[in-house]
């Protein structure tokens, strides 16, 4: 391929930039050899010359192709150079935000300033086991690919991270680390792994500080080696370290700090117990102030020191030495605040004796404060005949000190890192090991000394064997392929190492100057330029005599040579180390002692080596000490050895900007770091051979659209591609066939791409050419058609137009005819009508003139009489309207005022109760009113007759005189009586007036009260009905909060119900999981004692009595647990929440019953014990047993009794409770029936205290037993007694002292005794005293919260006040009824367990007494002298099998150990638990609780056994899940429980369980069971895991709809071969139709069976999803479309199984979402919203990582832009998702099992002969 073919037009290259490094152009012409440049396009649309060099013929880097940028290998690049590598890198990190990429062998990582969510334990899971090609770039790959090479290949690993400051070395490493613990995990219990981990925030506290380039940059190399068993196991590990920067201890440059403990013990110095170390702040102290600020930003250094507080004692570091240590380093702070004064000669100084400093540095480290003052300021000069002593000046005692400093930190350093390696190390033997190197990179300032210098001849060393590492692979491959291979000339640089450590070099030369007494940098940099000024990497600069260049493989660095000399002595003055070494402190005098940090003994193999970086310090005047460049050239020796043992893996951490900015990419630092760490080395020795590598079924599927037809008629792919390369590229040496691989030169496979779009290309353009001719033959049509119809519409048009107007004149011409007639005619008849109508009017309107004239004088009178009386009338009514407006104004205002304060006073809750008050008392006071005028009434009308009749008395008195006068008299007085009748006349007709108006006055009051009372009534009314209305609207308010409030917690219940259940499944496997690593080491201990030439009996009895620890019965909590889930599962979980509060109270008040229990089955045991022992002696002692037999015949006769009693109490409380239930679900209990919740309360209380008589009466009883025991052990006491009072006499006698002595001991002991009865009934007391304190606290707390809420309502509206308090009543109610129901549910457990247990007891009387019986008929029946035998009649199968006990073992075997799901096929489904619960039904009718306890122990250690030993067998598993729920279900369904018997026939009933209760068993067998599914889950995942992603995401289901992308040096898995490890969407189908036939022919329930295949298409779901989100390579629009087909399989699988439910298809709707989402587009506003109404189940981060690694396979589509990212995200970031990214594939649902009854009787079950079980007796 000839240069012109490449650089043609619209070819994009790349040419250096000042600013970017390397800028795109495009050609714009093409370019033709002999031309001196090239004409470009830059991407900003100018056009620019560039030249060319002729001579060297430097033609511009090629640009790859769109679709080769952002790969994940550097190394899949066509053309491999500078700038491609660059690009890729930008690319990926600012628009993909992805940090790794793979460049060969090499991991490139870039730190992001930021926290990144991929380093979580799920990410760790997931890389785990996967192949390095297989994912996505990242460190827990690298780590993978080391871990699998060490246990494959048995070779030990190391994993080198370098990098510059800033880079992210220390976090690679310690993420590194952090894998290996997760994955690997401890080999003993020492938990290894977690001191491993947390020995790096000790190194970080002691080895890092903050530098210009990083707040925690690493100031020390350190090398870890982790150690392996063979299990490959963690067992141990080493550090060693390396060149540690001493001098940072006593200087630091601006914006920069000390070492990170230095600030942590200052932040720390507040704590009581560091007050000895005088601290104060950091600002305080020289030696950490001169850096400026002393904080980090984010950072908190006190919180950093808890922490590396806690890393010491984890790592075994005692209190006493942590105290120590900070008492070490703050001497330190001291020694740099200490004040040298100097003397006025300036050769001498001095320091102030009391310096304060000074004496707490001699305090901390335990010297003598005058010696260290003096040594201080002097020094000794030792010659050969005297000893000197000289005085310092100023300078020579500050560099002293900072000397002495700098060697306290290090020896405290080495120590450190010392104690480190103990703690780590292991007495185990270690098979293995991988080391993780965190070293410097290649480092270049402004002003380099020695610590750069060394750095770098490191980092030269490094990258030696970095090149010779690449280069062997490069060979290893190419011979692997069987090529030809060719030498590939590479960088070496020996020469340069060989100027640095050779005879003679600048560290020999660096040396030999140290030894001479009076050697000087001057001298030494001069010796450098007289010895290797010829050298080709040695040079001098031309403006300095003191320094010199010496050129390295990344770029040339210029070292100056002051302070070389002194930093490579490293001197320290001996006086003052031996003042140290005479510490108090032995660890600071441990610190100085020569041969202290010597190596342990020497490890053998079987043990990790612990080897300190730094050699001993040894005494400089009697031995030669080593200088600092020969122990770091030894060390570094060290090292490279240990790596050249180990196979490497390169790890290069690349700083993209120096402000420490997230995602912020500079080019030229980018640059610099790629080129000093190697990367570019093997970007050139791959592109010097053959880099691009293709399978050939991988080039086959992307490059056969270049194949010929005929070609393809062949079957051989390779040959294929031979003959199809041949064709294409005519030069043979641009590529090799190897083995397995075609082998490309740089290129090339551009070249291919390039010929592959031009056919695509080409094949568009004849697709576009034939749709447009099509089209527009088409649209030729349509337009022909469409003219011929518009032009015959026209025509036809044109003549109807012509006809109609033809007919249009005609009718035209008529009409003008009759038009002129009719108008002549029309104008005749008007002149007519006028002239009629004109003399009509002018008449009438003289006559109507004359009349008018008539009429208005006679109106003009009217009008003036009226509006004489208008204006009269006027003036009234305007002064009547004025008084009525003041009038009305006033009584408005008094209107407005009582309508406020009604209405303020309406607003009030109490107002209507006040109203209905106030009313009653009105119309109290209105009818009292009433009745006082009525009384009054009667009492005038009485006044009024009394008048009257007096008056006609008077009257008749006044007539009888008068006529008595007129007789005496005669008729001359007549005038005046008659003027006396008149007068009388007048004053009776007043009277009847007074009468009749005072009548008239209270008829008129009787009726305005009526009407007012009549008034009252009807507002009184108006307000009931404004009361009821409220009332309503209250209880409709409360009804819907309380609805809504059941419905939300009914919710919260059944969320709760889940959590408690998934916890409590999670238990379980937690326990099983320890129970099975308890087998495993037990296993392991019994290995290792087993000793040769002795035989080992089989340990199946010591694991049956090891698993049989469950009791016969249990602990009740349990139980109620399981009756609990029971109910659950029946009423369903709605009506189960609203009972779950007395639940869980309940519990609490069963353990207490529970143990109460177990105190009276002890005691009635051992009365039974004590009956066993005294039933041979009963004969001598009749009347004690007659009176014990009266006993409890009086104690069984009151348990009836209280039997029946408690059957009463409990009738009425059920009754009760239907009461409550009912008024609780009418939900207006609180309003409405006040009457009725006193009644029931009542009812409560009363049964309540007959309870508490109850209790009484059994305490009584219990009181009575203990009094028997207690009498029976009198009785057998009582003959001491009796020898007792037959000595009495003797106690008369003269007593000797020793019975003296005797008897006083016998006093002391019951004095003691008594004593400690005081001291237990005090303590009862003090119990009882605190008890009552803890309630008064409670009743002050509830009483406080009262208070709170009663100030609260105060606060509160009326109406709110009123709701408050009905809420407060209802709840307050509430409680107390749940109170009672717990009470007494309580008494009623109690009860049916006391019922129970005496009717067991009452049967083994009974039992005893038939014994009893039957021997003594045995004894009278003697007499007979010939035997009878007994026909027994023949009866049905009862549905009970007895067998023996000595055949309980032969039936486990048979029926569960032995057992193959083979020899049941054809039987009924779940056998074994049929047969299993006959044969405990049999155990029940004859009431053996031991054989049932051990038939059951033994059944559930048998099925732990075979699942033990079948832990991979999924059929077997199956099996004894299905069995156990049919053992549960049966023991649920016979239990007698009416909850379970609902289903039951009569027949099923009788075989219902008569004696024994076993819930605790069920709850044993419910835990068995959830154990059992876990295993079956393990299994089936094991077996589907290794197909989902080959079936999922790899293999072509659609055929031809995939592409294949180049890949680099990381092939993918799938590329390795033609399907050897691939599986298709069949095989996954296949294994699941294998899973569904098994569980259905075995009878599992079809509910748990649906429960398995949610949980494993929730796992397919979340192994494809997390795949996808880690893996570039299928995140495409044909693996879209793939997984919507392969996702359509699996569901129309579920439908054709009738397992498609809801929960089921809801596992796979992320996957759903996933594959729409890489199909849908992804360009305007429009479909970003599309995407996220879409992508719901999708978390942000999952959505934003499927976009960013979007990759198209082709050139016809377009990558997702990082703006429409950015409007995702925008959109998206109110979502409240969970922060991982990946899903958690180990999560396991909370399985159900729910109760499934069998239809079978017992009766019915026939046992088939291959069971062996002849020895089971049908009953």
């Known amino acids: 391929m000839s240069v012109s073919e490449l650089y043609s037009q619209y070819t994009r290259v790349w040419i250096p930039d000042p600013d970017e490094v390397w800028r795109s152009a495009e050609l714009t012409k093409d370019y033709k050899e002999g031309e001196k440049s090239l004409q470009l396009r830059l991407e900003d649309e100018t056009i620019r010359e560039y ?31 500078e700038p491609a590598v660059l690009h890729n890198l930008k690319v990926r990190f600012l628009e993909s935000n992805h940090i790794y990429t793979y460049c060969g062998i ?36 690298v780590a993978e690919e080391a871990y699998k090479q060490m246990a494959r290949d048995e070779k030990n690993q190391s994993i080198i991270v370098s990098g510059e400051s800033g880079a992210g070395k220390t976090v690679s490493a310690k993420y590194a680390m952090r894998y290996f613990a997760t994955v690997s995990g401890s080999a003993s219990d020492t938990n290894i792994e977690e001191k491993v981990l947390a020995s790096s925030p000790i190194m970080e506290a002691i080895g890092n500080a903050k530098t210009t380039r990083n707040d925690n940059s690493s100031r020390f190399g350190k090398y870890i080696q982790i150690g392996f068993d063979k299990r490959y196991r963690i067992i141990g590990a080493n550090m060693r370290t390396y060149l540690l920067e001493k001098s940072r201890v006593v200087f630091q440059a601006d914006d920069e700090r000390n070492y990170h403990i230095f600030y942590q013990l200052c932040a720390a110095a507040s704590l009581p117990e560091f007050e000895e170390l005088a601290l104060t702040c950091a600002e305080d102290f020289f030696y950490t102030s001169q850096g400026g600020d002393t904080s980090i930003e984010g950072v908190d250094d006190a919180e950093d020191f808890e922490k590396t507080r806690q890393a010491f004692t984890l790592l075994g570091v005692r209190e006493s030495h942590q105290i120590n240590i900070f008492k070490i380093i703050a001497s330190i702070l001291h ?173 020999d030369l660096l040396d030999e100057e140290c030894k001479v007494p009076k050697g000087t940098d001057q001298n030494w940099a001069q010796k450098l330029y007289d010895r290797h000024s010829g050298s080709q990497h040695f040079q001098k600069p031309r403006m300095s005599n003191t320094a010199f260049i010496v050129v390295h493989f990344a770029d040339k660095v210029e070292y100056l040579s002051e302070s070389f000399l002194e930093k490579n002595r490293d001197t320290v003055y001996e006086e003052q180390i031996n003042i140290l070494k005479a510490s108090k402190f032995p660890l600071v005098a441990d610190l100085f002692h020569d041969g202290k940090d010597s190596a342990p003994a020497a490890a053998t193999s079987s043990k990790i080596s612990v080897r300190s970086a730094r050699p001993p310090l040894k005494a400089s005047n009697k031995e030669h000490k080593k200088t600092v460049g020969h122990q770091f050239r030894t060390s570094l020796q060290l090292l490279m050895e240990t790596l050249n043992t180990t196979t490497p893996h390169y790890v290069r951490c690349i700083k993209p900007n120096d402000e420490k900015l997230p995602f912020c990419f500079d080019p030229k630092r980018a640059v610099q770091q790629l080129r000093a760490c190697g990367v570019l080395e093997t970007i050139r020795i791959s592109a010097a051979g053959y880099p691009s590598r293709w399978a050939y079924h991988d080039f086959y599927n992307r490059y056969r659209v270049l194949v010929k037809k005929k070609e393809l008629a062949n079957t051989d792919k390779k040959a294929i591609c031979k003959s199809v390369l041949e064709s294409l590229i005519k030069d043979p040496d641009k590529f090799q066939f190897g083995r397995t691989k ?16 031009d056919k695509f290309r080409a094949a568009t353009i004849m697709i576009q050419k034939t749709v447009r001719g099509w089209l527009q033959k088409v649209k030729y049509r349509r337009l022909k058609a469409a003219t011929l119809t518009l032009q015959r519409y026209c025509r036809g048009h044109l003549a109807r137009r012509l006809a109609e107007h033809l007919r249009r004149t005609r009718a035209a011409v008529v009409l003008q005819k009759q038009y002129r007639m009719r108008r002549a005619h029309q104008a005749y008849q008007r002149v007519h009508r006028a002239t009629v109508v004109i003399q009509a009017f002018t008449r009438g309107m003289l006559v109507r003139r004359i009349y008018h004239q008539v009429l208005r004088e006679h109106k003009a009178t009217i009008i003036q009489k009226h509006v004489r009386s208008w204006m009269a009338r006027r003036c009234f009514q305007r002064l009547r309207a004025a008084a009525i407006v003041i009038q009305c104004g006033f009584r408005r205002l008094k209107a407005k005022q009582e309508l406020k304060a009604l209405k303020i006073e309406a607003r009030s809750a109490e107002h209507l109760k006040r109203l209905n008050v106030g009313m009653e008392n009105k119309v109290v006071q209105l009818q009292r009113k009433i009745d006082d005028q009525n009384k009054e009434f009667k009492m005038l009308s009485v006044q009024l007759s009394a008048i009257t009749s007096t008056h006609a008395t008077e009257v008749e008195k006044l007539k009888e005189e008068l006529a008595c006068y007129q007789q005496s008299q ?11 009748v008149e007068s009388l006349r007048t004053e009776l007709q007043r009277a009847h007036s007074e009468r009749k108006v005072l009548e008239d006055a209270h008829t008129r009051e009787k009726d305005e009260l009526r009407k007012r009372v009549a008034e009252l009534e009807q507002e009184n009314a108006l307000l009931k009905d404004e009361k009821d209305q409220l009332n309503n609207q209250i209880l409709c308010q409360s009804k819907d909060e309380s609805a809504q409030n059941s419905v939300q917690e009914n919710l919260l219940m059944k969320k709760e119900l889940e959590e408690e259940r998934s916890r409590y499944q999670n238990l379980v496997k937690e326990y099983s999981r320890l129970e099975q690593r308890y087998d495993n080491l037990r296993d392991e201990m019994t290995i290792i004692k087993q000793t040769p030439g002795h035989r080992r009996n089989p340990s199946n009895q010591s694991s049956l009595e090891s698993d049989s620890n469950y009791p016969s019965i249990s602990t009740s909590e349990v139980g109620d647990a399981e009756d609990a889930l029971q109910q659950v599962e029946e009423i369903g979980l709605e009506k189960a929440a609203m009972d779950l509060t007395v639940f869980l109270k309940l519990q609490k008040r069963v353990r207490e019953l529970e143990q109460e229990r177990k105190k009276l089955q002890v005691q009635l045991e051992k009365k039974e014990q004590q009956d066993s022992k005294k039933i041979p002696a009963e004969q001598p002692s009749s009347d004690l047993d007659l009176d014990q037999d009266a006993d409890l015949a009086y104690n069984s006769l009151k348990r009836q009794e209280l039997e029946s009693e408690n059957k009463k109490l409990k009738n009425e409380l059920n009754e009760l409770r239907k009461a409550v239930a009912a008024q609780a679900s009418e939900h207006s209990a609180a309003h409405d029936t006040p009457d009725s919740y006193c009644l029931l309360l009542n009812q409560l209380k009363l049964a309540h205290e007959e309870l508490e008589v109850r209790k009484e009466e059994v ?73 009552l304190k803890a309630q008064v606290e409670a009743l002050k707390e509830e009483l406080d919260k009262q208070q709170q809420t009663f100030c609260q309502t105060l606060l ?34 109690n009860e049916r367990k006391l019922k129970k247990q005496l009717k067991i007891y009452m049967k083994k009387v009974q039992d005893l007494e038939a014994a009893q019986a039957l021997a003594q008929s045995d004894r009278r029946r003697h007499e007979l002298n010939r035997q009878v035998t007994v026909q027994r009649k023949e009866k049905d199968f009862q549905g009970m099998l007895e067998y023996h006990k000595e055949d309980e073992a032969l039936l486990i075997r048979n029926l569960v150990t032995d057992l193959k799901p083979q020899a049941l096929a054809g039987t009924v489904p779940c056998l074994p638990a049929y047969i299993l619960y006959m044969c405990i039904r049999h155990a029940d009718y004859v009431n053996d609780d031991l054989k049932v306890h051990s038939l059951l122990t033994s059944t559930i250690n048998g099925i732990k056994k075979v699942l033990k030993k079948h832990s991979d067998d999924f059929e077997m598993t199956s099996f004894w899940l299905s069995n ?18 609902t289903q039951n026939t009569a027949k099923q009933n009788e075989h219902c369980l008569k004696n024994f209760d076993l819930t605790e068993y069920r709850q044993v067998l419910s835990d068995l069971s959830i154990q059992i599914y876990q295993q079956l889950i393990k299994i089936s995942e094991g077996l589907l895991q290794p197909m989902i992603v080959s079936a999922m995401l790899e293999n072509e289901s659609i055929q031809g709809l995939s592409g294949v992308k180049p890949t680099g040096y990381r092939k993918r898995t799938s590329s390795l071969a033609d399907g050897d490890k691939s599986y298709c969407l069949g095989a996954i189908i296949r294994q699941m139709n294998s899973f569904h036939t098994i569980m259905c022919d075995q009878g599992l329930d079809p509910e748990i069976i649906l429960q398995v295949f949610k949980q494993l298409f929730y796992m397919i779901n979340a192994v494809t999803l997390n795949n996808l989100l880690l893996r570039k390579d299928v995140c495409s629009w044909s693996t879209g479309m793939q997984l919507r087909y392969n996702i359509s399989q699996l569901e129309e699988w579920l439908r054709g199984r009738n397992l498609h439910q809801r929960e089921v298809a809801e596992t796979m709707e992320p996957l759903i979402q996933a594959a729409q989402l890489l199909q849908l587009k992804k360009k305007s506003p429009e479909d970003a919203d599309a995407i996220c109404s879409l992508c719901t189940a999708l978390s942000t981060q999952q959505i934003v990582k499927i976009l960013n690694l979007y990759t198209p396979l082709n050139e016809f589509e377009e990558r997702v832009t990082v703006a429409f990212i950015r409007t995702i995200q925008a959109q998206l970031q109110e979502r409240n998702d969970p922060q991982h990214l990946l899903l958690d594939f180990k999560h396991m649902f909370p399985v159900l099992f729910p109760f499934n009854p069998s239809s079978l009787t017992m009766d019915s079950i026939h046992i088939p002969a291959c069971l062996n079980l002849e020895f089971l007796n049908e009953v």
């Not at 511009?60 to 290998?73: A, K, M, Q, S």
């Not at 192949?131 to 996505?136: C, I, K, L, S, V």
């Not at 005669?970 to 006396?980: C, F, I, N, V």
Request: charged share 20%; net charge negative; with cysteine.
């Open 51 to 81: 030249p060319i060099d002729v001579q060297g013929n430097q033609l511009p880097f090629l640009r790859n192709p769109d679709i080769l940028v952002g790969e994940n290998d550097l190394t899949a690049l066509s053309y491999l150079h």
């Open 1356 to 1389: 509160l509206s009326p109406e709110a006040q009123v709701e408050f308090g009905i809420q407060q009543e209802m709840s307050r109610l509430t409680n107390e009824n749940l109170d009672l129901k717990e009470l007494v549910e309580k008494l009623e457990k």
């Open 106 to 141: 090499v991991l490139v990582a870039i730190n992001p300033y930021e926290q990144l969510p991929i380093y979580g334990q799920d990410v760790i899971y997931a890389y785990s086991g996967q192949n390095m090609g297989d994912m996505d770039p990242h460190i827990f790959a």
């Open 742 to 757: 075609i082998f490309f030169r740089a290129g090339q496979v551009a070249y291919l791409e390039k010929l592959r779009a």
């Open 1524 to 1541: 156990t729920c049919r053992l549960l279900h049966c023991l649920k369904q016979y239990s007698g429980d009416e909850g379970f018997m």
């Open 1259 to 1331: 305490l009584i009883l219990r009181s009575q037993i203990v009094s028997a025991d207690q009498r029976r052990q009198a009785g057998k006491g009582s003959e001491p007694n009796i020898n007792a009072r037959t000595s009495w006499p003797n106690s008369e006698k003269h007593v000797d002292q020793e019975d003296a002595i005797e008897a006083y001991h016998g006093v002391c002991q019951a004095n003691r005794l008594l004593e400690a009865q005081l001291q237990a009934q005090s303590r009862e007391h003090e119990e009882e005293v605190e008890g």
């Open 970 to 980: 005669g008729g001359d007085s007549s005038p005046q009586l008659q003027e006396e």
């Open 335 to 507: 020694l740099g605040n200490v004040e040298i004064q100097a003397e006025r000669d300036g050769e001498s100084c001095s320091i102030s004796p009391e310096d304060e400093h000074l004496s707490n540095f001699c305090q901390l480290l335990g010297v003598e404060h005058s010696q260290m003052q003096h040594w201080l300021c002097h020094r000794k000069l030792v010659t050969t005949s005297e000893t000197y002593v000289k005085t310092m000046s100023l300078q020579q005692v500050v560099n002293a000190r900072n000397a002495l400093a700098k060697h306290i930190y290090a020896q405290l350093f080495d120590w450190i890192v010392g104690h480190i390696n103990k703690a780590l190390h292991t007495s185990l033997k270690q098979h293995s090991f991988i080391g993780v190197l965190d070293i410097y990179g290649f480092e270049t300032f402004d002003v380099n000394s020695f610590e750069q210098f060394c750095i770098n001849y490191a980092n030269e060393k490094l990258q030696q064997q970095f090149n010779l590492h690449v280069f062997k692979l490069e060979q290893e491959e190419y011979m692997k392929e069987q090529i030809p291979w060719t030498l590939i000339d590479f960088y070496d640089n020996q020469p340069c190492i060989d100027l640095i450590e050779a005879k003679l070099g600048i560290l």
